[in-house]
T-cell receptor, first 114, second 114 residues
Framework: DADVTQTPRNRITKTGKRIMLECSQT?????MYWYRQDPGLGLRLIYY???????NKGEISDGYSVSRQAQAKFSLSLESAIPNQTALYFC?????????????FGPGTRLLVL | ELKVEQNPLFLSMQEGKNYTIYCNYS?????LYWYRQDPGKSLESLFV?????AVKQEGRLMASLDTKARLSTLHITAAVHDLSATYFC??????????????FGKGTKLSVKP
């Protein structure tokens, strides 16, 4: 089983709709992240959470909100989707307890906003 | 503001050739990460470089870090088709005053041709 899972994997929605992307992890990591990837722009950080009670904005948080329901779950919401939020969204986790704090990425959610 | 620049952004190589991808970053950081992304797939961690002068090798890939020059290189030796992918470098950012966030370069799309 995958360590970091994302649902749904693909989603088509209409402008103005509210949608939620979910991320779950079985790695036992405290830190979780949401990124979006656009062609030619690399990955940009939307929100991150270092534990259940800690939520922080990243580079491009406008238009998004998050919820850390448990150590293993971190959800991203688009309150009112717009076409320029069409992108590939990745959830990631990391663990500072080890020396090497690499991030482990989920499979991604491809979102199309019409 | 921390910036991470990769070059080249596109690289077409012949099998058997050597080449280097460069990653420059704009502020002090002792940690640098390299990831690989295959088309339509998630990101896979390749290397974590934790100190000045760090060098790591895995197969035909070798990564190094010069923190004084704020430069990391990913060297490809005797390229093979299986190395075709997009390679990202990332440096620890500081959103919200917290360490542990990654700022990604835009990626280098590598295509290895027979």
């Amino acid at each position: 089983d995958a360590d970091v899972t994302q649902t749904p994997r693909n989603r088509i929605t209409k402008t103005g709709k509210r949608i939620m992307l979910e991320c779950s992890q079985t790695k036992g990591h405290d830190r979780m992240y949401w990124y979006r990837q656009d062609p030619g722009l690399g990955l940009r950080l939307i929100y991150y959470s270092f534990d259940v009670k800690d939520i922080n904005k990243g580079e491009i948080s406008d238009g998004y909100s998050v919820s850390r329901q448990a150590q293993a779950k971190f959800s991203l919401s688009l309150e009112s989707a717009i076409p320029n939020q069409t992108a590939l969204y990745f959830c990631a986790t990391s663990d500072l307890r080890g020396v090497q704090e690499t991030q482990y990425f989920g499979p991604g959610t491809r979102l199309l906003v019409l | 503001e921390l910036k991470v620049e990769q070059n080249p952004l596109f690289l077409s190589m012949q099998e058997g050739k050597n080449y280097t991808i460069y990653c420059n970053y704009s502020t002090t950081s002792d940690r640098l990460y390299w990831y690989r992304q295959d088309p339509g797939k998630s990101l896979e961690s390749l290397f974590v470089l934790l100190s000045n002068g760090a060098v790591k090798q895995e197969g035909r890939l070798m990564a190094s870090l010069d923190t004084k020059a704020r430069l990391s290189t990913l060297h490809i030796t005797a390229a093979v088709h299986d190395l075709s992918a997009t390679y990202f470098c990332a440096v620890e950012g500081n959103y919200g005053g917290s360490q542990g966030n990654l700022i990604f370069g835009k990626g280098t799309k590598l295509s290895v041709k027979p």
